[in-house]
């Protein structure tokens, strides 16, 4: 099946592998983690909800980062959120199709950036609540919120789930609502302190005439890169 | 190029991306840590010394771990040793055969193993000194030996590079070799009963008439899982 023109020796390849990018994209609703699904457009697995994916295009991606990007774009209308790679799954059985690689990706999205662009074929499930998805798509989804809880107790990781501006007690419920416990304020203070990703907004404070709460923003050089901290915000040391 | 008749439906599949992966083979030699590599038998790069690597073998691997042991013992001999996933290195410019996707990972092994099915086209290099390397290698290389001083610090990882039985003092050195830096001795003692992964092996203590030490062995439990803690072995926390 392979072309030997393309290469550079005449001995046999083995036969072709599936190539895909699937992105578990969470955002959080009132509080509470959700994965966004889209329905799928064609088979396999037609009509049912399943995390954003497709085919690598070796005639466009420029990786399988960009691939992953353009899945996104192409499917929720996402341009470039923060996104890490999760990891490789592979075999004969997670594809009806055949032997495939999936290299899978999680994004972090405040429900804002979701919410103009939202349309018919997408679908937000808590991620408590995830069930029947097609492919080895739970796995990955379980996958993803083990990594994502685990990061967010030593990093800014969560503060990508939350809008432009926002108040310390909020960026806590954000980190509350990813770590799933609760945390005690003062070393959580404490704790965005060392991490230093967050910056008070000049003169900028919510309204309320009673006692106004100062807003904060994510600071240029962590919206790439997270801090990290080498003890856990949750650990209260 | 792709066939219909694998697929359940009839509309344009993107061209087949080439499949590998990629093992960054790591072991102590006099308490140095060290990158194994083999010389490569076809082309591309025949006969540069590379990292470990092949095809995924759909017709027979079990999925992309499967891939990575059978190129481990394919060509350094090696039963299972401790793997775990790196990420994928992809992308049209990385090999010269067309757009590819590598699934890399890290093993760590005991000098002791491989001593003893050395052959002619393996060679071991300093991990500092990891120069000319065919594709993407040393980039994947550094990237492998961040993740390892990384997880080295917080988890059982280095015990994989000794040998079946050891003194503390043998495990503190293979630590100071992964994280290399030097490690204060009653903090790694207090570490190593947190984490609680290696044991006194009954009776079997080092030879020498003067001041015999304890022998350790790893805990069964912890042949394939690591032990984790949420603090520093390096923090002299």
């Known amino acids: 099946m392979p072309t030997e023109s393309k290469h550079h020796h005449p001995r046999e390849l083995p036969d072709p592998v599936i190539c895909t990018v699937d992105v578990v994209l969470l955002t959080l609703v009132e509080n509470a983690l959700q994965v966004v699904l889209a329905r799928r457009a064609q088979e396999p ?5 399943a ?10 991606d420029r990786d399988a980062r960009d691939a992953a990007e353009r899945v996104l774009r192409e499917k929720t209308g996402l341009q470039s959120p923060y ?3 999760l990891g490789v799954f592979s075999g004969p059985g997670r594809d009806p199709r055949g032997w495939s690689v999936s290299v899978a990706w999680y994004a972090l999205v405040p429900w804002e950036a979701l919410e103009s662009r939202w349309t018919d074929h997408l679908e937000v499930t808590s991620t408590s609540q995830v069930r029947g998805l097609p492919f080895d798509h739970e796995r990955i989804v379980h996958e993803a919120l083990d990594r994502v809880r685990s990061k967010s107790s030593y990093s800014s990781l969560p503060v990508h789930l939350c809008r432009e501006s926002f108040t310390l007690p909020q960026l806590q419920a954000v980190y509350e609502a990813t770590l799933g416990e609760t945390i005690n304020k003062v070393s959580f203070r404490r704790k965005m302190e060392e991490l230093g990703f967050v910056e008070p907004i000049p003169g900028a404070t919510t309204g ?5 709460a100062q807003l904060y923003r994510l600071r240029d050089e962590f919206r790439r890169n997270l801090s990290l901290t080498d003890r856990g915000i949750n650990s209260g040391g």
Do not use: D, K, V
């Open 51 to 60: 995390l954003p994916g497709g085919y690598i295009h070796p005639a466009t």
């Open 45 to 49: 697995f037609r009509g049912l909800a």
């Open 83 to 85: 996104l890490e790679q």
């Open 208 to 212: 309320g005439a009673h006692r106004p």
